[in-house]
């Protein structure tokens, strides 16, 4: 099993329908991305499929996941992904920002996660829109 197939086992296990659609049109969006060099583009669609693990389920890493597959460089992506409950939503994102030489997939996804919500006029409210317009600069 690849790390992809197993981003998606795990996806399947610890999200609710909405979530998993969600994280797959994520990972889209990544693989739609001219800009993402081919030798990243692996991890980048597993973090994709994996980015709200640990922000909204009971997700452990090294207990439900073969790390077999990636060294804790995929913990460490997905820890940068998930935002501090002390910390404003801006310094989050400049986290993710500041975080790109090292972690580049962290601020790939990060653009297609909130590209993702911005799309979804159905679901997207007045304050997330505002969340995620305020935000945005600071990773462009």
Sequence with gaps: MGLIEEA???????YDNETYYHVMRVAAFITEDNLIPPENLENCVALAIMHDLIEDTNFNYYNDFDTSLYSCYMDDCLKLLTKSSNGTYEEYIQDIKNAYKNYPEVYWVKLADMKDHLTQTGTLTDELKEKYLKALP???
Excluded: G, N
């Design 138 to 140: 600071y990773l462009l």
């Design 8 to 14: 998606i086992r795990v996806a399947r296990k610890y």
